[in-house]
Each structure stands twice: as C-alpha cells, then as structure tokens.
C-alpha cells in the first residue's frame, strides 16, 4: 500500500478542520497509509525576521522527512496540478513503490533548503488559503486523485 506523509507547519486548532482532516484521512485509508506530521511553527515577529522564522521551520521540516521519500512542496510558484495530473502523480509514484512526502510551510512559505530537497513543486492555487484549509484541500485532492484511477465516481 502506498505511504503518503504530510509533513505540515502549525497545528489545525479549530475543531472543523480537524473533523474535515479526519474525514478525508478516512477516506484515502483503502488507498494509502497517510501519516501527518506536525512542527511547530517559529513566527517572525519584532526580532525575528522572515527569513530565519523559514529557516528554523526548514529544520524542523527537514529532520522529519522520511527517508528515501519523493517529496513533493506545496508552494505558491510550483505549477498547478488538475485532479486528473493528481491522479496521474499518484498512479506514478505507486507503481514505483515511492512513499511520497508533502510539504507545507508555514505563513511566510518553505525556506530555500526545503525546496532544494523537493523533487516537485505544486501549488494548490494561485489564491491564498488558510494552512488548514489548504491541508484540507491537499487532503481532499489526494483523495480525488485515487478515485480517478480507482475509476470511481466521486470525481464525476
């Protein structure tokens, strides 16, 4: 069965995005082992700039990522993926037996070392989101993504 970990910045804390993200982790367990990780964020603040608020996260991204996985950052200048390439994407690194890791930053982004790391950028959208709704929309597309190649109707 194929592993998916979302290695995400920050914790959901409003108790809807926390049953939305169950509710899909739910449903991508006939297709996946999903795993989600948290670390903490380090927020930029009057003596912290941007810059080192990434570079901390990096970090703390960086030492959790599986070994050998195909990891993938969600970013604001990686291309945008249809459901049917998500699908595509996922078939893919199946066959191949990847287990593929997901990467989301935190409010300033993914700090240079973490998209260095990265084998491919998606961006969830050209719109910005809040981090739990775009976790649960990374969530939500991965699901879509196996019921296009599982042939199932969801997607229709």
Do not use: N
């Not at 914790?11 to 297709?31: D, G």
């Not at 912290?48 to 970090?59: D, G």
């Not at 700090?111 to 739990?132: G, I, M, N, Q, Y």
């Amino acid at each position: 069965m194929m592993r998916i970990t979302v290695l995400a910045v920050g914790s959901i804390k409003e108790p809807w995005w926390r049953e939305a993200q169950a509710e899909y982790a739910r449903r991508l367990s006939p297709f996946a082992r999903l795993e989600i990780i948290e670390v903490e964020s380090f927020p930029a603040s009057a003596t912290v700039t941007s810059a080192q608020s990434m570079t901390k996260e990096a970090e703390r991204l960086l030492r959790r990522v599986p070994d050998g996985a195909l990891v993938v950052a969600l970013d604001r200048t990686g291309k945008e993926w249809s459901s049917e390439e998500v699908g595509g994407f996922l078939a893919e690194a199946g066959a191949a037996g990847e287990h593929v890791g997901l990467v989301i930053g935190g409010s300033d982004g993914l700090a240079d070392e973490v998209l260095a790391r990265a084998k491919r950028r998606w961006s969830l959208s050209r719109l910005t989101f809040p981090h739990e709704m775009a976790r649960v929309i990374l969530l939500e597309q991965l699901y879509r993504g196996f019921c296009i190649g599982a042939g199932k109707a969801y997607h229709k």
